[in-house]
C-alpha cells in the first residue's frame, strides 16, 4: 500500500505524452490504496511545445465528472499543469478561468526558447548558467502567480545532471530562498516531486535541503506529486518522498478544492 494518501500530480491521455485514460488511473489507484488524485494534465502554450494545442478542458472535466460518479471512493480533483503560466496569462486565463478546476500547478519547462529537457538549454551555458537563468526565470512566473502549486521546482536538473560534474544547489541558496519566499507570501505550495527517479538525475524534486529552507521559512504548503504518465507511475517513490517530508519538519499535506486549501492529510 502507498505510504502517502494522496498524488497530486499525474498526467492522462488528455496529456499529449501520457498513456492511460482518467479511468484506467482511477482504477490503479484504487488497487494500490491511494485515496484522492489530482489529473494535472498538461496546458502547454510555447510555440514549439509538442504538447502546445492538445489541450480540451471541456472534454477533460466532463470525462472526470464520469470517473467520479464511478469511484466515489475516490477524491479526484480537477487540475492542470500550465507550463509558463507567466507568458500566456491571456489564453491560459481563457481556457481555464471560469471553469471548475481545484488546483493549478505552475511548471517551468521553458526558459525563452530553450526547453530545459534538451542538450541546447545546457551546451551555451555554464553550470551557474543553467542554474541561475532558471531559478530568475521561476522568480518571475511564481511573481506572476495564477496557480496553487509550483511544480518540480529544480527539474532543470533532471537532465541537467549529465552535462556538468555536480549540480549542488546550495551555490544557488539566495536565487532558491527568493523563490520560496515568494510562495510563502503568495499562498502557493511547494510540491515534492518523485518523477526524477525514473530520470537521469535519479532523484526527488527538490532535495532535501531545499525542503528544510523552505519549512524553517515559515513554509506549511505541501503537495507530493508522482508526474505518472502512465498508471504504474503513480505513486511512484511516496515512501522516500515520505521521509523526506518528514525529516523536512512537515507532518501534513495540502489538499485543494476550487483553488483554496480544503484541508490537510496528515503525513503518519
Ligand atoms: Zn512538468
Ligand atoms: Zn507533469
Excluded at 491521455?13 to 494535472?40: N, Q, W
Excluded at 551555458?125 to 543553467?130: G, M
Excluded at 532558471?134 to 511564481?142: P, R, S, T
Amino acid at each position: 500500500m502507498v505510504s502517502l494518501p494522496s498524488d497530486y500530480h499525474t498526467h492522462t491521455t488528455y496529456s499529449c505524452d501520457a498513456f492511460d485514460t482518467i479511468d484506467a488511473m482511477c482504477r490503479h489507484a484504487l488497487a494500490i490504496g491511494l485515496r484522492e488524485v489530482a489529473f494535472t494534465d498538461h496546458l502547454d502554450l510555447h510555440p514549439m511545445d509538442s504538447c502546445t494545442a492538445f489541450y480540451r478542458p471541456a472534454d477533460f472535466l466532463a470525462d472526470l465528472e464520469v470517473c467520479r460518479a464511478a469511484f466515489p471512493m475516490l477524491v479526484l480533483r480537477a487540475g492542470v499543469e500550465i507550463g509558463e503560466p507567466h507568458r500566456y496569462a491571456d489564453r491560459v486565463a481563457a481556457m481555464i478561468d471560469g471553469r471548475r478546476y481545484d488546483v493549478r500547478i505552475g511548471s517551468l519547462h521553458w526558459v525563452g526558447d530553450e526547453m530545459v529537457f534538451e542538450d541546447g538549454y545546457f551546451a551555451r551555458r555554464s553550470k551557474d548558467r543553467a542554474a541561475l537563468d532558471y531559478f530568475e526565470e521561476m522568480l518571475c512566473m511564481v511573481r506572476h502567480g495564477g496557480f496553487e502549486i509550483l511544480g518540480h521546482l529544480d527539474v532543470f536538473r533532471r537532465y541537467g545532471v549529465m552535462y556538468y560534474d555536480d549540480l549542488d544547489l546550495a551555490p544557488y541558496e539566495e536565487a532558491i530562498r527568493a523563490i520560496l519566499q515568494t510562495c510563502i507570501a503568495g499562498g502557493i505550495a511547494v510540491e515534492i516531486n518523485t518523477a526524477g527517479l525514473r530520470y537521469p538525475s535519479k532523484r526527488l524534486h527538490p532535495d532535501l535541503e531545499v525542503l528544510r529552507w523552505y519549512r524553517e521559512m515559515g513554509g506549511e504548503r505541501l503537495t507530493v506529486g508522482s508526474d505518472a504518465h502512465r498508471a504504474e507511475g503513480m505513486a511512484l517513490g511516496f515512501d522516500l518522498a515520505r521521509e523526506m517530508a518528514l525529516a523536512a519538519g512537515f507532518t501534513r499535506l495540502c489538499r485543494f478544492e476550487n483553488r483554496q486549501v480544503c484541508g490537510w492529510a496528515a503525513i503518519t
